[in-house]
């Protein structure tokens, strides 16, 4: 069966300061890998989606990239955190096509101060 | 463009039965989801309407009407852990899915 694994489960980081979460999913091949992020109280925003190794297709212009290095890691980063980067980041994977069913990760708790 | 509607928040009695709706406008249609959010959790998927129709599985059903652009999830014999955010999700082509903000259910005694 599938899994799928984010860490760390929650951080806490400065203004300014860098930013690497990972997601990686085991028991497929060639998934599509997601990003999202969702504020407190709000809905899912979509922040990056892979079909393949090398490619990234980014949705909202900010201060995160996101690389896919390996066919199941997906890796959310950002060079230097602004406030309201805070939030619960989620990962998730889909299977062939990009309309699939999609499986989230347990997510990351993201504090910036 | 596309766009989904669900009302923000909804409260039910335990034992009873609820009926969440969503809306969309859509550009192409292969699909809606119903995915439940506990909070503080990762969303995990319930249901996927492809055809018009009601789809049963246990106390949850889901009914799409596809001419409507329109969907409800309907729980029955309410619980206390079905309190939680319920996501309608819709396919159109191939591209991610577009989730809707989500209804807050308050299941109350």
């Known amino acids: 069966s599938q899994t799928i694994h984010q860490w760390p489960a929650t951080l806490v980081q400065p203004v300014g300061s860098p930013l690497s979460l990972e997601c990686t999913v085991e028991?497929?091949?060639?998934?599509?890998l997601y990003w999202y992020r969702q504020a407190a109280g709000r809905g899912l925003q979509l922040l990056f989606y892979?079909?393949?190794?090398?490619?990234i297709s980014s949705e909202v212009p900010q201060n995160l990239s996101a690389s896919r290095p390996q066919d199941r890691q997906f890796i959310l980063s950002s060079k230097k955190l602004l406030l309201s980067d805070s939030g619960f980041y989620l990962c998730?994977?889909?299977?062939?096509?990009?309309?699939?069913?999609?499986?989230f990760g347990p997510g990351t708790r993201l504090l910036v101060l | 463009g596309q766009n989904i509607d669900q009302p923000t928040e909804m409260t039910a009695t335990e034992g009873a039965i609820v009926q969440i709706n969503c809306t969309y406008q859509?550009?192409?249609?292969?699909?809606l989801f119903w995915y439940q959010q506990h909070a503080g959790e990762a969303p995990t998927f319930l249901s996927y309407?492809?055809?018009?129709g009601l789809e049963e599985k246990g106390r949850f059903s889901s009914f799409l009407s596809r001419s409507k652009g329109y969907s409800y999830l309907l729980l029955k014999e309410l619980q206390m852990k079905d309190s939680a955010s319920y996501l309608c999700?819709?396919?159109?082509?191939?591209?991610?899915?577009?989730f809707g903000k989500g209804t807050r259910l308050s299941v109350i005694a």
């Open positions: 998730a994977w889909s299977s062939s096509a990009l309309g699939e069913t999609q499986y």
């Open positions: 028991g497929t091949s060639n998934p599509n």
């Open positions: 309407n492809v055809l018009d």
């Open positions: 999700a819709v396919s159109s082509g191939n591209t991610p899915l577009v």
């Open positions: 859509t550009s192409g249609f292969n699909g």
């Open positions: 892979s079909v393949g190794i090398g490619q």
